[in-house]
């Protein structure tokens, strides 16, 4: 056996040929003079900290996760992998308690949806700005997404839960804590557009925050413990109930299908391929002649797509614009693929608001120039960003589709009959 | 997913046939697992320059000598005249300037300072005139200090044999110190995102001036303007004396340019383009491919009418070496290359060596060949193809774009 072939380590970083390739599209490297950059934080550097573990920098906190480096790599290396597996094995920088906060969207959502018009007022309010600013380093430019006083699940358990077995066919729909929290509007389109193709929706046993928060704050004990828990909810809908699961949020999906395995070290090979976002769910229906779609005559809007980054990493941007580009009255505009900046909570923190707003100017300034009723994207965190930074309003493509949908007629060219 | 036609590979082959087809309407998709040699670009383009260590000074003439397997001779002469005369205004239309004549072949500065032929040159690069020697008697090459990647003595040393005086200069700014902190990352690209910015390029358009005073023209690294255009005119604008540009080692500033706006000029033409995805295998019936599955899609296929290989070469794993075999590793076309590993290459590294012909095999239209068949509606193009060696003739671009816009006008013929 040649042993040079076949003797790569879990992160193939062997494979990089040192052409440099991923630097440059790292949004990080052109704003940070501190960041290393991918080449060197990833691929380099894990050569030298398999030799020494103080070859360690702590410079590598900056790295966005964002594996645009991964998707321009020529040599498919893991670099984004590489980096946050090392975060995670030799990082030692504590979590601070506003990393904490910002991680834990399960627990503060929890607390904060009973009082959302008190946390929503004193979030706005400049006094508690100034705090979080100043105790807590959260840049005080930040508008915080507003809670939301009914949460999802409590709407959903109200108003929708019912009939859904009704339906002739199902799905699981792992909601996210944005959706629970912020924007339950985001879960009813999703309900009202599944249930007009015929399909019932219905919530994992159990759900937790997908974890990526925590990751990326270094809360890996308990980022793994949530990731087990969600992985065996999943288990039990596709195994035991035959029903796919499927979500809203590129990050979340992302989160459990790649980042479970790659950084947590949870096997999802099972029920990997049945974890996706619901526009790669119903192209995929449309394609097969099973659904069919039909719109609002007077729905018109022009609207721009713009790609968050884990939906570039995980390829699929594809099937949100091209549901979107099947709506007669869309105006489409394409924008180029680029970070908007936000990353998550990263752009929430003090000393990364620069950065992260350096990052995201020529995405705001094309935003502006093409002059759109709406930009459509599936991130949470990328419709906080871009809202913040331009004058535009965003919405997930799922909330575009059930705005524009004529349900009566959907329901009837599906046949859909409830039992 | 249904498209008129599917690429894979979106490196100069598939991006200019992607466009070509996509300026006609068509609906067109191309995967692309990773970045492509682009990066890695001369700032030149090559049609034809070298048989053996011979000038071809005339690529159009030269033809007739080639092989019959070359995909010059499967092109002809002519097609090959016709489509290059059209490249160059095709790369204008997309904003990018190109100096340089089909008919006639040029020298162009390498990174250590030596003239080779070429066909195309991007503007602002550096060219000799066709005496061979450069318009200037005293010139200044600025480097910035810590950059290794721009050899200014090597270049030095060769502009002196052609009778230049050479004086060489380091500039320093505190935005560029700042990236030395971490040597390797003192590359191309990382210095043109610093001189991005408007203010920092205004003032070191002033060094350069001052540095230079008292020299004819200033040489410099290709370092500006990675993500805008721009920028090279801009900083040209501000400097009181003709200036010339050199390409430096990887990764190319003015590469990377050119592959981000031929994506975005494809992508404004309505295509897609799928990049971080890998193509995994293709399905063939009745000598025919139905469709691709990927890596990021996986169970939804991607299907087409036709479908165009423009994966590249060993470097960009279009094609792989196994320990006794050369696989193209997609649809596991025929690849021409010898069965004994010890012919693939030759011990001097400097020799020619025949690894570098290898590659898929096709008929005179770059169908496909699978299993000793050709398939109807699979094409090869770029630098997967057999029968040529782009280095040592001096033709991988000429090769990646010809082929590509004829195959282009095959599909387009076709009709939909
Ligand atoms: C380092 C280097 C420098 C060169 N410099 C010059 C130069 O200065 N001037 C010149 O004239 N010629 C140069 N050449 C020759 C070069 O081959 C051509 O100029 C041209 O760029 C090749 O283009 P291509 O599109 O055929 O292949 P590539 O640029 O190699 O593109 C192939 C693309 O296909 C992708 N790919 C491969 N397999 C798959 C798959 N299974 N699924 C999806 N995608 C896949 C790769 O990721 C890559 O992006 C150079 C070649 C190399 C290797
Ligand atoms: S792009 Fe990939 S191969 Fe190139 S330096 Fe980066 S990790 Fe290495
Ligand atoms: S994951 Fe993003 S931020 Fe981190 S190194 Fe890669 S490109 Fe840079």
Redesign the interface.
Known sequence: MDKQQYNISENNFEQCIKCTVCTVYCPVVAVNPDYPGPKQAGPDGERLRLKTPSFYDEALKYCLNCKRCEVACPSNVRIGDIIQSARIKYGKSKPKLRDMMLANTDFVGTMASPFAPIVNFSLGMKPVKYVLDKVLAVDSHRQFPKYSSQKFVSWFKKHAEANQDAYPHHVSFFHGCYINYNYPKLGQDMVKLLNAIGYGVHLLDKEKCCGVALISNGLIGQAKRQAKLNIESIRKSVIVNSMPVIGASSTCIFTMRDEYPHLLGINNQDVRESIELATRFIYRLIERNQVKLAFKSDYKARIAYHTPCHMEKLGWAIYSTSLIKMIPGVDFVTLDSQCCGIAGTYGFKKEYYQASQEIGQSLFDQIESAKVDLVATDCETCKWQIEMSTSAKVDNPISVLADALDVEATMKLNNVELR | ??FDTVIIGGGLSGLTCGIKLAEEGRRCAIVS????AL??FSGSFDLLGYNGETEIHNPIEAISKLDATHPYSKLGASTVERLAKEAKEFFETMGAKFVGDTDKNHYRITPVGVKRLTWLTLENLGTLGTDGKLPWQNVCIVNIAGFLDFHTTFIASEFEKMGVHCTIKAIMMP?ME??R??P??M?S??IA?VL?NKEVLARFAQLVNSESAGCEAVILPAVFG??NPDTTNEFKSLLDKPMMLLPTL??SVPG?RLQIMMR?YF??L?G?Y?????AQDGQISYSKVTGIS???????QLEANSFVLASGSF???GLIAH?NKIEEPVFDLDVLSSENRADWYNKDLFEKQPYMEYGVETDEQFHAKYKGNTLKNLYAIGSVLCGYDPLKESSGAGVSILTAMSVAEQILKKGK
């Open positions: 997913m249904k697992s990773g970045q492509s990066h890695f935005e700042r990236l902190k971490n390797t990352e590359r690209s990382n995102k991005n990675v993500f990887p990764p990377i975005n992508q404004r309505g897609v799928l990049l971080g995805d890998t990927t890596v990021n899609q996986g169970d939804i470097f960009s794993h320990p």
